[in-house]
Antibody
Framework: QVQLVQSGAEVNKPGASLRVSCKAT????????ISWVRQAPGQGLEWMGW????????NYAQRLLDRFTMTTDASTSTAYMELRSLTFDDTAVYYC??????????WGQGTLVTVSS | QTVVTQEPSLTVSPGGTVTLTCASS?????????PNWFQQKPGQAPRALIC???NRHSWTPARFSGSLLGGKAALTLSGAQPEDEAEYYC?????????FGGGTKLTVL
């Protein structure tokens, strides 16, 4: 069965970087893309970006363009996101989702990232 | 910055019918916006319900249906169950990326 398993919770300081992994099983990784979505405490969902696991094409949300990077590793069927220059506003649960042809269907369990001094 | 608008909250009686809508600040929502709908319960990841306006995923109960209605994407729940109480989000492809609506808190009461 399709599963996306994300890395564990993190606590980071302002100005630092965070990296979250998303390991996919149960399907051919390179046939799909991965979207990244975050949710601040008590808030709605925010789309961050999409990456093709086939050829590495990316599409970033404009407001994160300068400090957000997505990558994939086909050898381990794992997607990664990195967010730099963290602020308190980056405190959120970060989700990955399998995304094919405009359909984010299976989601990871989420990774809680807390930015605290 | 494009905005996607949903009703902040709605209430439906058990067994009743309710329609949630999803509007774009750009204009009428069409099939080219590839509307998706998600359900999220407290402490859980979102769960995909509807894609391509009206296609249910294999796990989506038949009481959920999607459509385009009056220039908006719509999610209709027919025969509401207590377990349908949740936050519902729409997602539209617009402006070169995806934009989520603010979510609708659905109460079954």
């Amino acid at each position: 069965q399709v599963q996306l398993v994300q890395s564990g919770a993190e606590v980071n300081k302002p100005g630092a970087s965070l990296r979250v992994s998303c390991k996919a099983t149960g399907y051919t990784f390179t046939n799909y893309g991965i979207s990244w979505v975050r949710q601040a405490p008590g808030q709605g969902l925010e789309w961050m970006g999409w990456i093709s696991a086939h050829d590495g094409r990316t599409n970033y949300a404009q407001r994160l363009l300068d400090r957000f990077t997505m990558t994939t590793d086909a050898s381990t069927s794992t997607a990664y996101m990195e967010l730099r220059s963290l602020t308190f506003d980056d405190t959120a649960v970060y989700y990955c989702a399998r995304d094919y042809n405009f359909v984010p269907d299976y989601w990871g369990q989420g990774t809680l990232v807390t930015v605290s001094s | 910055q494009t905005v996607v608008t949903q009703e902040p909250s709605l209430t439906v009686s058990p067994g009743g019918t309710v329609t949630l809508t999803c509007a774009s600040s750009i204009g009428a929502v069409t099939t080219s916006y590839y509307p998706n709908w998600f359900q999220q319960k407290p402490g859980q990841a979102p769960r995909a319900l509807i894609c391509y306006v009206s296609n249910r995923h294999s796990w989506t109960p038949a009481r959920f249906s999607g459509s385009l209605l009056g220039g908006k994407a719509a999610l209709t729940l027919s025969g509401a169950q207590p377990e349908d109480e949740a936050e519902y989000y729409c997602l539209l492809h617009q402006g070169g990326g995806w934009v989520f609506g603010g979510g609708t808190k659905l109460t079954v009461l």
